[in-house]
Each structure stands twice: as C-alpha cells, then as structure tokens.
Nanobody
Framework: QVQLVESGGGLVQAGGSLRLSCAAS??????????IAWFRQAPGTEREFVAY????????VYADSVKGRFTISRDNAENTVYLQMNSLKPADTAVYYC????????????????WGQGTQVTVSS
C-alpha cells in the first residue's frame, strides 16, 4: 500500500506562486513506485496531466501548458514530491492531485494506482 497526502494549496492572485507538497508513505512505496505525478482537475473537465518525476529525480516531464512556469522536484530522504508553481494564471485553477505508479513512463490517469485526496488551487484575476 502507498499513501499520498497533498498540501500547500490556496488562493493566490494571477502572477503569484504556490508550492504544493506530496508526502508519500506505506510499506510498498520503495518497492512499487517508479514515478510520481501531479494531475489537476477543474470543475466539469477531465483530470489533466501536469508533470511527473521519476524515482531518482533525474527525469522530469511537463505538460505544455505549464512548461517554464512549474517545477517538479523530490526529496527522497523525506519521501516528498514538490510542485513549485510560478506565474500562475486563472486557467491553473483546479484541484491538484499527486499520484504514484510502477510504470517508468505514464501520462494517463488510468496508469496511476495510488492517489492523494487533492488540494485546491484558486488563482484570481
């Protein structure tokens, strides 16, 4: 089993920054998880891939919509993955979820077995 807990969401003005955290735990974490990703979902839309990072942190991948503005990183000593979000736009408003998978490459939500509960990010104009 793997447990994921997100934090760091909130309300911010356009152009501002937030840092999200995803704390991972569970006895299967080290053996099962290769990639941790961030997804987001706005009301009435499908869950959208944002970024992922591999086990070592040496590989990161971003959606085009956030490239150059968001940075994903991890602290393996703390089993925590971060999403630094800069130059935020109202279109970034959504519930942000972290997710874990055993795949080494995964962009689709269906490839992720474990999910956190989500954290709300609201960007005002």
């Amino acid at each position: 089993q793997v447990q994921l807990v997100e934090s760091g969401g909130g309300l911010v003005q356009a152009g501002g920054s937030l840092r999200l955290s995803c704390a991972a735990s569970g006895r299967s974490f080290s053996s099962y998880v290769n990639v941790i990703a961030w997804f987001r979902q706005a009301p009435g839309t499908e869950r959208e891939f944002v970024a992922y990072i591999n086990r070592s942190g040496g590989t990161t991948v971003y959606a085009d919509s956030v490239k150059g503005r968001f940075t994903i990183s991890r602290d393996n000593a703390e089993n925590t993955v971060y999403l630094q979000m800069n130059s935020l736009k109202p279109a970034d408003t959504a519930v942000y979820y972290c997710a874990a998978t055993h795949y080494s490459v995964a962009y689709d939500a269906g490839d992720y077995r474990y999910w956190g509960q989500g954290t709300q990010v609201t960007v005002s104009s």
